[in-house]
Structure formats: C-alpha cells, structure tokens
C-alpha cells in the first residue's frame, strides 16, 4: 500500500502542513503573511511542474513556455541546452526526416536506439547483420536489428548517416547513444542542464 503511495507522499505531506500552516495563522497575523506567502510560491512550484510535463503534447503550452523562457530545450547562440526533466534523465527533441521524438540522452548507450514504431514512422527499413546485434540492456541481452538515418536534427545541430538499432525490446523509448554524442564538439552537463555544442552549427530546427 506504502510503495502506491510513495510517489504522491512527500506533495501529500507539504499540503496537510500548509493547510495546518494557514489554520494556526489565522490566529497569529505574522504566520498568516507567511503561510499566504507559502501557499503561492507552493502553488505556483506546482503549475511549473505541470506546465513542463504537459508541454511536450500540448504545442500552445510549448509556445508558452517558450516565451517564458521555461521551455525544456533551447537553442542558446550555437548550442542546444536541456533541462533535466523531474525523472533526473535529459529529454531532446529530435526530428528525423518530417518526424519528431523525444529521445533520451543515454551517455552509457554505445549506439543510437530506436522503437519499432519510430523506425516505421521515419520509413527505415531495419536489416538483419551478418552477425548478430547483441545489446546487454537493464531487460537482459537481446537481438536487434540495424539501419542507418540519414539525416537527425537537434536545434543547431545536424547529423547525417547515423547508425541505429532497432528492437521491439525498446518499448516505445527512444535513445541517442555515444555514437551521436561522439560527432559533437563537444557536450556537459552544467548543473542540471546538459549542453551540445556542434562543429558546424546549421540554421536552428527550433525557430518557429
């Protein structure tokens, strides 16, 4: 029963203190101030939170927080900056070809990982190596197919010819491995931001 919960306890806990907050300072008007004080920044920690996970269905709220300079990825002179998203990974938007995917950043991938629903919607036709494709993922060692894409856009930032591999075993997760990572200038991690700063910048994909 604890582990369903686990996920909500701490916003459980930080609400039943501000509501108890907010009784006590109707008794005493300095904790009134305080607890007004703390309710908003409370609340508005929340819409942030909510705005950042709806953003990547919703394009309005994109643009949103776009404006707001609240948006998860930007495109900073010649760079590409990534917020950590709240589950700690780095999520990018990429477009291969006409489609777009959130991919995430996977510094311990040796090689760029696609779902077999990405490879159809971007029309790769996987084959079968010669010898055969064995990752070791957190689900075992699997088999997998390959394919090459011909172009990935990443902001200011354009790869062409780019291996993949493709199994079902993926789920519908996406990955850009160190074989992307690798055709970079050069990529950090600034606090809880990453940073991907190419060769030869192109026009920014996130210009609207």
């Given at each position: 029963?604890?582990?369903?919960?686990?996920?909500?306890?701490?916003?459980?806990?930080?609400?039943?203190?501000?509501?108890?907050?907010?009784?006590?300072?109707?008794?005493?008007?300095?904790?009134?101030?305080v607890a007004s004080l703390a309710s908003w920044v409370f609340l508005g920690g929340l819409l942030?939170?909510?705005?950042?996970?709806?953003?990547?269905?919703?394009?309005?709220?994109?643009?949103?927080?776009?404006?707001?300079?609240?948006?998860?990825?930007?495109?900073?002179?010649?760079?590409?900056?990534?917020?950590?998203?709240?589950?700690?990974?780095?999520?990018?938007?990429?477009?291969?070809?006409?489609?777009?995917?959130?991919?995430?950043?996977?510094?311990?991938?040796?090689?760029?990982?696609?779902?077999?629903?990405?490879?159809?919607?971007?029309?790769?036709?996987?084959?079968?190596?010669?010898?055969?494709?064995?990752?070791?993922?957190?689900?075992?060692?699997?088999?997998?197919?390959?394919?090459q894409i011909e172009s990935l856009r990443i902001g200011t930032i354009r790869a062409d010819n780019v291996p993949v591999?493709?199994?079902?075993?993926?789920?519908?997760?996406?990955?850009?491995?160190?074989?992307?990572?690798?055709?970079?200038?050069?990529?950090?991690?600034?606090?809880?931001?990453?940073?991907?700063?190419?060769?030869?910048?192109?026009?920014?994909?996130?210009?609207?």
């Open positions: 029963m604890m582990s369903d919960l686990g996920g909500s306890l701490p916003l459980l806990i930080v609400t039943v203190a501000i509501v108890l907050a907010l009784a006590l300072a109707r008794r005493i008007p300095v904790l009134r101030v942030f939170v909510l705005l950042q996970q709806r953003q990547q269905f919703d394009p309005y709220i994109q643009r949103a927080m776009k404006v707001l300079n609240l948006e998860d990825q930007s495109v900073v002179g010649d760079t590409v900056r990534i917020r950590m998203a709240s589950d700690g990974h780095f999520w990018v938007r990429v477009t291969i070809g006409d489609v777009t995917r959130r991919m995430l950043v996977d510094t311990g991938a040796t090689l760029t990982a696609l779902s077999v629903d990405t490879a159809r919607a971007v029309g790769l036709r996987p084959t079968k190596p010669v010898f055969p494709v064995v990752l070791n993922t957190a689900n075992g060692m699997i088999r997998a197919d390959t394919a591999v493709i199994s079902p075993a993926f789920g519908d997760t996406d990955v850009l491995g160190m074989n992307f990572l690798s055709r970079l200038k050069s990529w950090r991690v600034e606090g809880s931001t990453l940073i991907l700063e190419p060769h030869h910048p192109q026009r920014s994909t996130d210009i609207s």
